[in-house]
């Protein structure tokens, strides 16, 4: 059944339209099992005969199946072995003839396959690209690079390893001397090409990623033919960055040209050699000091240039940290010239900030928060200033300080006029103030000893946060500044600020109300040195209604998906009151509920911002959380229609989350039969395609756990118990769900009688074993021993030690001895959570106290080690997680990353599964045990006592008497 070119091209057409698209993508997945369908595509990518965007779709389509198609997790190939090597012969060539949108795609699909293969498996690869490369066509050397960057770029983050480096050497030795020679080539096209613009564009875009792969070559260590031509690689780079030819200028001012991507990239990686490498390149260093002065000094204002000059900014920085470059601003005339000439212009609001705050608010919001705008002048220029401060912290003070009193004094003649120079006042104060690195907790949390920050916000910055007339930027920057310093801010003080912010969150502009929703969120969740809240609950419930309220106004006011999850930050702060307030939520409940459940209903049609609706099922995880124990029925008749059409779209993005919400809101009443909701999910959870989405399996398997226990009957009765051994075989043979099979092997176990399970435990075992001698991970080993104590403490339910034993007989005489001594044993001590440590404790007591096969099979020492491996764990005796610990999680924080759509999982804080103590009834363990064995001890007949004088060491027998004696 081989796969038909114009159908899948026509259907990739078709998923560029919204009206088809989700149709069209699940046809196409009907293809994806035909054999060579991956070839296939990139025969589409190849064909001049097809449109460029379905060229391009099909590229975009082969980069996606590439991903989630060419290895399993232990590595194996899931495509077959002759596809796999047409793949690696084709792919090169390929992605060198398509023009640069293919390019991307391809260069992606390539990096995803290097991942798993590259070098062992596909050591050609250097010599194919190094055979391919020319000394002057730049459409195929672009190809190579392009390719070469994309594996290569992934040793940037890595940590350093013995394998890594053996990739790297791999590659340095093949590649360097042929990327020395290419670069020389490009430098003499380009100086013999001054007049011809479209070879320059060329041969620079050569240049542009040559210079990222000069970095990427570096980033682990200075390859040694680099070191050699260190000289002439410096002096190629400088040229560069002084370069210029009014061919390559770009017309919009918006927009950056070859020249600046050049520029900025030569900045990026000098910056490395300046931290890595400073005492091979130490020599060579001073003309770029000098070159970059030259550039800050003389650069336009224009948007174009906003990344080269936060990118030069950023080299002045990584100078200024070595001593000898730092001592040469130590003067209090020249630091002046600094702030003058190259902080104050790059620090300072320009129209294009002012237009980008009205035009595009959401835009300016991210740019503006801490850490995401490390590419804007602004951070730049702070990051130096603060590098500065760090050399010379009371003379960079006295000379800024200067500076901001001279605006603000400026301001004072014209308000109205004179604004800007108000808000370069305090950003430069923020600038100097601040010491250390800023925290998503806390912000900042050491301030500058030389300036007063409270005295400061008090004098120059409440006022905009009270006056009604306020410029809607300088009323940002009030907000701004608290939410900066909010960690030194005292509790009273807090109480006096707080409320001006709830009041900004009713300002009609855009980026008003959304920075006070980001800074409300940030103070409520707040806490001083003994955890406890800054802005406490009681204060913030009398708030709510109103806030809440507010906030969903706020959001949808446009009634457009997209427009309605456009500000995640609204959302953030949402989730935060919820958490904040607890079970106050009761008393606002159908609004919170019918909010939030009109939200789905809309999203669900285009989910467009991972942030905004990961927020807003941590929202509805809080409403579940504290509304069900008393509002089950009432959250189940709201949201069970709006998720069920989320499951019947296979809406991706948000399944995961309707299962754990699902999974909550069973969980929140544990007791009493299935409710008729979910009868039709729970059909649905056993498809076995479900767990083919890696983002749904984490909650999928925590849904079927929460519903087993309440259906477990009717389970029975429909012969469904196998169906769920299936989904149980398929989570335990792979390392990355291993842990979800042994919650549903352990879930299976306590919910269904022993004689419905009995025909299938030693399948079950077998599988375990398998895993276990095969394929085991430290992970696996630790689950199989808390599954073993699991199925030996409940002998009061028909499991425990005896039928374990008899059950792994049928496997294989004996077997269970080398399972217990060399496994079980001696990983119980490596138990770190406290309910597994007191399964542990009591599967052990009742091991001693009640195995029939302790006593007459291995009792020459199986019963003094078992009772030794009991002693150790009593030792430090298990103790239940404090109610704290356990709500912990209501202010924990996450920054969840935009995940890819369908293929992440993201846990819901507010839906994380609390744990639970599986024998409430043993409170004092030591007392517990003492009394569990001398009841034994009575049944039998003095046994234990017998085996304790017989088989126990001196040390052994005088901790157990201790135990014992109660």
Not at 170 to 183: A, E, I, R, Y
Not at 384 to 403: A, H, I, N
Not at 420 to 431: G, I, N, P, Q, R
Not at 942 to 948: E, L, M, P
């Amino acid at each position: 059944m081989s796969v038909d070119l114009a159908a899948v091209a026509q259907l990739l057409n078709a998923t560029l339209d919204a009206r088809q698209s989700k149709q069209a993508e699940q046809a196409i997945k009907a293809e994806e099992s035909k054999p060579a369908f991956s070839l296939a595509l990139l025969q589409i990518v190849a064909a001049d005969s097809y449109p460029q965007t379905t060229r391009l779709a099909s590229a975009l389509f082969f980069k996606n199946f590439i991903k989630r198609n060419w290895t399993d997790e232990d590595g194996n190939y899931r495509l077959p072995a002759d596809e796999v090597v047409a793949i690696k012969r084709e792919l090169i060539g390929l992605m060198i003839s398509v023009p640069p949108s293919m390019q991307t795609q391809l260069g992606e699909a390539i990096s995803a396959i290097a991942d798993s293969d590259f070098w062992q498996r596909w050591d050609t690869l250097v010599d194919d690209l190094v055979s391919r490369l020319t000394p002057d066509n730049a459409q195929v050397n672009n190809g190579v690079l392009q390719v070469a960057h994309s594996i290569f770029r992934r040793w940037r983050p890595l940590f350093r390893s013995d394998a890594l480096f053996t990739e790297i050497n791999h590659v340095l030795s093949k590649f360097c001397s042929p990327f020395l020679q290419l670069l020389q080539n490009t430098d003499l096209v380009i100086s013999q090409n001054q007049s011809d613009k479209n070879i320059l564009q060329q041969h620079f875009s050569t240049l542009n990623l040559a210079i990222k792969l000069f970095y990427d070559l570096s980033c682990q260590d200075l390859p040694p033919v680099f070191e050699e031509n260190l000289a002439s690689i410096s002096a190629l780079l400088l040229r560069y960055l002084t370069y210029d030819n009014p061919l390559l200028h770009s017309d919009d001012e918006a927009e950056a040209g070859p020249l600046e991507y050049v520029k900025a990239g030569i900045f990026e990686a000098l910056v490395l050699y300046v931290q890595k490498y400073e005492d091979a390149f130490g020599p060579h260093l001073g003309q770029f000091v000098e070159s970059s002065w030259t550039l800050l000094t003389t650069i336009g204002s224009e948007t174009k240039y906003d990344v080269l000059v936060s990118k030069a900014l950023q080299f002045l920085t990584s100078v200024t940290k070595i001593t000898q470059y730092a001592q040469s601003f130590n003067n209090d005339a020249i630091l002046g010239k600094v702030v003058e000439q190259v902080i104050l212009p790059n620090l300072s609001m320009r129209e294009s900030d002012v237009e980008l705050f009205e035009d595009e608010p959401i835009e300016f919001i991210r740019r503006d928060l801490e850490g995401s705008d490390s590419d804007t002048r602004r951070r730049a220029a702070t990051d130096f200033l603060r590098q500065l401060m760090e050399q010379f912290e009371k003379l960079v003070t006295d000379v800024v300080s200067r500076y901001v009193q001279h605006y603000l004094a400026d301001y004072q003649k014209n308000k109205s006029e004179n604004w800007k120079s108000k808000d370069t006042a305090v950003y430069l104060f923020s600038a100097i103030a601040a010491k250390g690195t800023a925290t998503a907790a806390r912000g900042v949390q050491s301030t500058n000893s030389f300036v007063d920050v409270i005295d400061f916000f008090q004098k120059n910055v409440a006022s905009d946060l009270t006056e009604t007339d306020a410029e809607a930027i300088l009323k940002v920057g009030a907000i701004k500044y608290l939410y900066t310093f909010r960690s030194q801010l005292t509790q009273a003080q807090w109480q006096a600020a707080f409320p001006l912010l709830v009041q900004c969150l009713g300002d009609s502009n855009f980026v008003v109300h959304s920075y006070a929703a980001i800074a409300v969120e940030r103070v409520l969740y707040l806490t001083d040195d003994n955890k406890q809240l800054f802005i406490p609950r009681e204060s913030v419930q009398p708030l709510a209604k109103d806030l809440l309220q507010h906030l969903f106004l706020l959001m949808t006011k446009d009634s457009k998906p997209e427009k309605i999850q456009e500000n995640e930050f609204l959302m953030k702060c949402v989730m935060r009151v919820l958490i904040v307030i607890r079970d106050g939520v009761l008393s606002i409940f159908d609004l919170v509920l019918t909010n939030l459940v009109n939200i789905t209903k809309v999203i669900r049609h285009n989910p467009s911002n991972p942030r905004f609706y990961y927020y807003h099922f941590e929202s509805l995880g809080a409403v579940v959380r504290f509304g069900a124990p008393t509002q089950a029925q009432k959250l189940e008749t709201a949201i069970f229609d709006p998720f069920a059409e989320i499951l019947a779209d296979d809406v991706q993005e948000f399944q995961p989350y309707v299962f754990q919400i699902f999974a909550a809101l069973l969980e929140a009443n544990p007791t009493g039969t299935l409710p008729d909701y979910y009868q039709s999910l729970f059909s649905a959870t056993l498809s076995l395609d479900l767990y083919n989405s890696r983002g749904n399996v984490p909650a999928l398997a925590r849904l079927l756990t929460s519903m087993i226990p309440r259906a477990a009957t009717q389970i029975v009765a429909n012969n469904q118990v196998e169906p769920i051994l299936v989904i149980f075989q398929k989570l335990i043979s792979s390392k990355a769900n291993e842990s979800h099979g042994f919650d549903l092997l352990e879930c299976i176990c306590a919910s269904f009688p022993t004689n419905v399970l009995e025909p299938f435990f030693v399948t079950i075992l077998s599988l375990l074993f398998t895993r276990l001698n095969n394929s085991r991970t430290e992970n696996f080993a630790m689950r199989f021993v808390r599954f073993y104590h699991f199925f030996s403490a409940r002998d009061d339910k028909g499991l425990g030690t005896e039928l374990f034993v008899t059950l792994c007989d049928k496997i294989q005489h004996d077997v269970f001895k080398p399972v217990y001594l060399t496994i079980i044993i001696p990983d119980t001590q490596k138990l770190t959570r406290p309910y597994d440590r007191k399964t542990a404790v009591v599967s052990l007591t009742h091991t001693l106290a009640n195995s029939d096969a302790f006593v007459t099979r291995f009792n020459k020492g199986g019963w003094s080690i078992t009772c030794e491996a009991l002693l150790k764990l009593l030792i430090n005796p298990p103790l239940p997680p404090s109610s704290d610990a356990a709500e912990a999680f209501l202010i924990e924080d996450r920054d969840v990353e935009d995940v890819g759509f369908g293929v992440g999982f993201t846990p819901l804080n507010t839906c994380k599964l609390l744990p639970r103590d599986p024998f409430p009834e043993v409170q004092d363990v030591k007392a517990w045990v003492g009394a569990y064995l001398r009841d034994a001890d009575g049944r039998t007949g003095g046994r234990v006592a017998q085996f304790v004088q017989e088989k126990l060491s001196d040390d052994a027998k005088a901790a157990l008497g201790l135990v014992m004696q109660g």
